[in-house]
């Protein structure tokens, strides 16, 4: 069994408890207008390309299948359309100036990377994360690789958006040890426009994850003018969870401006980040509801 992989991230400290290893898979169901890793949305591969580092070498003209990439007057010329995402060329380029998200990797490929730094996960209490995108758009995928990890004693976190089917988690659930679950807001209309998406099934899924008694770290991303009056509302809401451990507020920013001009995607980034003041208010509103805030 394959799944797209984005990155395979070590010695990850944002991920879940301890020192981790983050793999991010491809494709996610949401479309938040603040989503820092634009490489996650869609299924398909993608390759990612740097002008501005560019030296125009044209080490990747050949080794490209589709003729994508030329070079002209000194000059390098990307194709996009032409592009059938081989990733091949990712590896020619001697200044990095390309990168290839979506390669298609198997559970037995993945194990040995996800468990080469199993000595730091004991020495901090760490473990594997499986993120994304939205990791649990692959759910077989997931509940098998999980499953090989917990074999080998590793700490699991599985980091869902939640919009995803009770199948899905039902898959994942016996080789999870904590889900790390993003709730962006609780008023439906404002979670749709921040998203996509009304948040009902999210908001269901949440509950029945408390329900089984799984533990629950809730990431709340605080971004200004879209879900920054929702802090009392989900504090509210998750004072009635029973195993949430814990909420992360997560100041928004908009440094992901040129991943999207480097895939050719329209960026919608907010242009207004957080004060320090603004995000603290929202952890004291939630702390209010007797949770821990980090
Ligand atoms: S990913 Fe493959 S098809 Fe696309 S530009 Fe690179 S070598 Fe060509
Ligand atoms: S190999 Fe890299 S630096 Fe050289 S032309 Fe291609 S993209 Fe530019």
Redesign the pocket.
């Known amino acids: 069994m394959k799944a797209r992989v984005i990155e395979i991230k070590r010695f990850a400290v944002h991920d879940g408890d301890g020192i981790r290893t983050t793999l991010f898979l491809k494709g996610c169901p949401l479309a938040c207008v603040w989503c820092h890793n634009p490489e996650g949305i869609g299924s398909a591969p993608q390759l990612a ?1 740097m002008a501005d ?8 003209v050949s080794g490209c299948p589709s003729g994508a ?1 030329s ?1 002209k007057d000194g000059l ?1 010329i990307f194709e996009r359309e032409k592009c059938i995402g081989c990733g091949k060329c990712e590896e ?4 990095n ?2 990168k290839f998200y979506g390669r298609e990797m198997s559970v037995e490929e993945l194990l040995p990377l996800l468990t080469e730094d199993r000595e730091f996960y004991e020495n901090s209490g760490g473990g594997v994360t499986l993120s994304g995108g939205e990791c649990l758009c692959h759910p077989d995928f997931c509940a098998e690789l999980l499953a090989r990890l917990k074999e080998q004693g590793i700490h699991t976190a599985v980091d869902t958006c939640g919009a995803v089917s009770r199948e899905a988690i039902d898959k994942v659930m016996p080789y999870t040890d904590v889900f790390l679950y993003d709730v962006k807001a609780i008023d439906g209309e404002i979670h749709k426009k921040c998203t996509g998406r009304d948040n009902a099934l999210i908001l269901e899924n949440l509950k029945y994850i408390d329900g089984c008694g799984k533990q629950i770290e809730v990431r709340y991303p605080y971004v200004p003018d879209y879900n920054s009056g929702e802090a009392e509302k989900i504090g509210e809401f998750l004072s009635g969870l029973k195993n949430l451990t814990a909420v992360r507020v997560l100041a928004y920013h908009k440094y992901a401006g040129s991943k999207y001009s480097s895939l050719d995607m329209e960026n919608k980034l907010p242009e207004r980040m957080p004060t320090e003041e603004e995000v603290e208010e929202a952890r004291n509103i939630i702390r209010k509801y007797g949770i821990k805030v980090i």
């Not at 580092?53 to 990747?60: A, L, R, T």
């Open positions: 390309y580092k560019c030296i125009g070498c044209g080490s990747c990439h070079v390098h020619e380029c001697p200044v100036a390309l």
